[in-house]
């Protein structure tokens, strides 16, 4: 009876104990969190390759590659400067814990440079990332949390690598920002003749009339 009793006690209390509506507990998650590329207005780049060393220390590459999101609308100003409309991160990164560190080599095809190098992630842009679904955001509680933590690297001419990551409320941070080096073997490591891709029209009439707009990343 003393069992009894104690056990109704415990269902009382328990039953008293408020419900957290930003709890993410039974929420759905992945075990992957996600990467993307953006890059500024009509700057078009060209991702051949990246790569992850995590806080575990493993390194994985081949992550994710191919075009970044960006903008090709000409409305006859200077909008190739600064950041404008941050692309989504969209491609899984399988097999790895929050990034230390991340590679990436890339085209810039108006430049005709190719940049490869790696940079470092700090550790307040993981809290953002483990942070960003751990939790339902405050501002909507009656939908779920989001499934997976995101970042974005912006690509622009002279090799500048801008990181963006996702909070719980779907909002893009700006963090950490790196510039690396020219891939001395070309676009391609050297393979295709050195050839790169097309320059669209909209971005030659870009730099015709305002240039590449440097040190404004």
Known sequence: MKI???LLAMLSVSACQPVDPLSAKNDYRTAWWYI?????????????TSAVEDIKGRIIYDIAAGAAGGSDYENGTENARG???????????????LPKRLFVRWQSIVERKTYAGWIDISESTREIMRNS??????ETPQFTANSSAALSLGLAPGGIIQVWVWDDCFRAHKVDRGQVGIEPLGPNQG??????RRI??????????????????
């Open 4 to 6: 009894l009793f104690a």
């Open 36 to 48: 993307g590329f953006t890059e500024p207005a009509h700057m078009k780049v060209w991702v051949e």
């Open 83 to 97: 950041w404008v409309g941050i692309a989504t991160a969209s491609m899984p990164v399988t097999g790895a814990d």
């Open 133 to 138: 679904n751990a939790r339902r955001c405050h």
């Open 191 to 196: 393979k295709y003749n050195g050839h790169y």
């Open 200 to 217: 669209e029209d909209s971005s030659k009439r870009y730099i015709e009339r305002f240039g590449i707009p440097y040190g404004s990343w």
